[in-house]
């Protein structure tokens, strides 16, 4: 069953992509000790891992997670 991503999701996706989705939620996961005061991106993380548990390896696989990259700023 293909799940609905927002924006946001495929945002932290796309931070955190590894060459696999187990991978991908393993350092996701990672983050959360560092986000435990913040309730807004707890929510977006959890919610994010519960629906990325419920794909197949295929679906996560045949995402394509470019356009939601963002580059790293460039010091002046």
Known sequence: MRQRFEEDEYFLM???????????????RCVLPFISDDADMLTLVNGTLRKMELLTDQEYADMDLEAYRQEPLEEV
């Open 14 to 28: 796309a931070m955190f992509q590894k060459d696999s989705r187990t991978k991908t939620i393993q350092e996701i």
